[in-house]
């Protein structure tokens, strides 16, 4: 994806990022304002969706992202998964657990912010990060980028989460390992819990792990689950360039519902070298009512589309 260096503008104690979309509220342009804890990105004063990274004991994650409408559709820290973070991205790695949050766990650290993506309908950052263990050791050096538009049409909320790892020198390699639910995970709000239905590019019903948890391999999946008498629906696309692809999504309903985009670590860890990277890519897309599956998997392969003509600039 094409971005441009970062201009840092000092305005009232906050540091504020800025770049056009294409469509807003009343024509307003989207930013990214920057503090010590968080960016919030808002399209003139509505808010659209927010990351937190500087007051996080284990690791950044997007904590709010909102429909066209104004629902926030993640839900942040519950009481019975404390360490389910809204939507975030989390493995292990050389058998330290990065999903769970224990003094035995992981550590996601924030190192900086590289660049911002200031090309419409975009905006966003790329932030750099340390997977450290508990001993403070690094074993992953990972390059994230986040970025966020609502275009014309489609009228929806997208969000691109985009993270590349790779072995510090002189470690020599890491083996990622994990649960079935390990991944780039999303929870959802208590309203959208237990009485929604997930679907897929493959319309295939998938696996039965256990319970009413599945998992299925397919281009993307979604969630669609009524709120306050209206639908919402949330779809996550995993890109073709990633690796084991077609994704392997786990879904579950009850007692919550909750999306995760998994690499299948449960049954094949995935060992990384020194001198090699893993890249991988995602969106999330939010509508304000029922999306019929068609046009889910025509958005789907524009932005395909799109993100390799981006990668070839």
């Known amino acids: 994806m094409g971005r441009r260096s970062i201009v840092y503008a000092i305005v009232l104690g906050s540091l504020t990022l800025s770049a056009v979309a294409d469509s807003t509220p009343a024509g307003q342009p989207m930013r990214a304002i920057v503090d010590a804890n968080r960016v919030l990105v808002k399209a003139g004063d509505v808010e659209v ?17 909102f429909t066209s409408n104004g629902l926030n559709v993640l839900l942040d820290a519950p009481h019975d998964h404390l360490h389910h973070h809204a939507l975030m991205f989390a493995v292990g790695a050389d058998a330290v657990n990065f999903w769970e949050e224990t003094p035995a766990a992981g550590r996601q650290k924030h190192v900086s912010f590289a660049e911002l993506a200031d090309e419409p309908p975009h905006v966003g950052f790329m932030e750099r990060l340390d997977w450290l263990d508990p001993s403070g050791e690094r074993l992953l050096a990972e390059q994230r980028a986040i970025t966020v538009a609502r275009p014309v049409v489609p009228r929806v909320t997208m969000l691109t989460w985009e993270s590349r790892l790779s072995v510090p020198t002189g470690k020599g390699s890491v083996t990622l ?50 709120v306050d008498g209206d639908d919402v629906t949330v779809a996550m696309f995993g890109h073709p360039s990633n690796p084991r692809h077609p994704t392997t999504w786990f879904t579950m309903t009850e007692p919550f519902a909750y999306l995760s985009a998994t690499l299948g670590l449960h049954e094949e860890p995935l060992k990384l ?11 999330v897309v939010l509508w304000d009512r029922r999306a019929q599956t068609e046009e889910i998997d025509a958005l789907y392969r524009q932005w395909v589309s799109t993100q390799k003509s981006e990668s070839n600039r």
């Open 273 to 283: 070298v020194e001198g090699n990277r893993l890249d991988l890519r995602y969106a």
């Open 177 to 226: 390992t994990g649960a079935h639910y390990f991944g780039l995970g999303m929870r959802f709000i208590r309203a959208m819990d237990a009485k929604g239905q997930f679907r897929n590019a493959a319309d295939n019903p998938g696996t039965v792990f256990r319970g009413a948890e599945r998992l299925v391999r397919s281009n993307w999946c979604a969630y669609t689950a009524g």
């Open 49 to 65: 969706a927010e990351y937190r990274y500087g007051d996080v004991p284990f690791k950044p994650y997007v904590k709010r992202l």
